[in-house]
């Protein structure tokens, strides 16, 4: 019902930056949280950050805060992930998510949201 497509990925130098973005169709949004998770090799997934459509209030791991920011254009139904000052630890599988906004806890679960794009992989080399 709800889909998603992350875009922008890609290999770059530590250091660099990237903008990822989620383009979200099918649905309504205004009561959703969206979230961005990543995934490396052999590990779970892991929470980045998160945002709700309608205020936009954010909140970002501790492991990229200061580096990555969450945004959203509720008129293209878009959320994006900067990434500044990448470092290799950061390479992973980047996933776009959404969830129900009411019935969600933390919004850091990878359990709270009902609806995963396909992901889009992130390289950062040293």
């Known amino acids: 019902q709800v889909q998603l497509v992350e875009s922008g990925g890609g290999l770059v130098q530590a250091g660099g930056s990237l903008r990822l973005s989620c383009a979200a169709s099918?649905?309504?949004?205004?009561?959703?949280?969206m979230g961005w998770f990543r995934q490396a090799p052999g590990k779970e997934r892991e929470f980045v950050a998160r945002i709700s459509w309608t205020v936009g209030v954010t909140y970002h791991a501790d492991s990229v805060k200061g580096r990555f920011t969450i945004s959203r254009d509720n008129a293209k139904n878009t959320v994006y992930l900067q990434m500044n000052n990448l470092k290799p630890e950061d390479t992973a599988v980047y996933y776009c998510?959404?969830?129900?906004?009411?019935?969600?806890?933390?919004?850091?679960?990878?359990?709270?949201?009902?609806?995963w794009g396909q992901g889009t992989q992130v390289t950062v080399s040293s």
């Open positions: 099918g649905r309504t949004f205004s009561s959703y949280a």
């Open positions: 998510a959404a969830g129900f906004l009411p019935t969600m806890r933390r919004g850091t679960g990878e359990d709270e949201y009902a609806y």
